[in-house]
């Protein structure tokens, strides 16, 4: 049977299995995939209102869910995973979880990047969301039976977009100003300040200071 595979990556443009890997115990209960595109209105021309028109594509999510189960109820092949008998496997798996989609990398000053791969399926992305319902406990309250939801974003490559702009900007940064206001300023997307914060060296895209200049790098057509 496939297996459902997270691949965390220091480089979004890594090979899969190049860093930290995290295998799912039991394939995905649910798998939701979502795709957008983007429209914009402008006035017409001798018509009434206003005509709307294909912009580009927009962003790319996929949520999942999925069980970590120490139970017995569930065949695994894991083998023993205790280590302790103060630690249950689910939690040993939820940190290796942890260290693989959400932990924070000092040498890349961010958490990984990841590239998920099931059947067919494979996407490149960023956690945006990590939440774990703990179902079921033991007599010391150990847990052994948890529910993972997981959200993730699409990374797409500045350089790589085709409906974009071919210009260069640079802002000096006022009060008030934030990195995905202007990057919906400068490219009609705020979904790109990840990457500019990057082209920029930036650790904490949410605290720029005043009166330090930011650069939005051009997109190619």
Known sequence: MKKFIIHGLDEITAAP?????YE???NPESIKRNRAITMGANPGVDVAGEVVQYVGYGEQTLDLDFYI???GAIQSDRGDRYGSKNVSSVDVDLKELEET???FKNDIHKPRYLFVEYGEMNFRCMMTAFNV???LFDVDGHTIRAKVHLSLKAYVDIASKKPSPDMSHSFTIREGD???LLCKKVYGDMNYYLQVAEHNGLTNFRELEVG???EFPPLQR
């Open 69 to 71: 189960d120490s139970t």
């Open 178 to 180: 934030s990195l995905p």
């Open 212 to 214: 330090s200049t930011v």
């Open 133 to 135: 319902e703990f179902l």
């Open 17 to 21: 299995g190049s860093g930290k890997t």
């Open 101 to 103: 989609i959400y932990s």
């Open 24 to 26: 799912l115990q039991l």
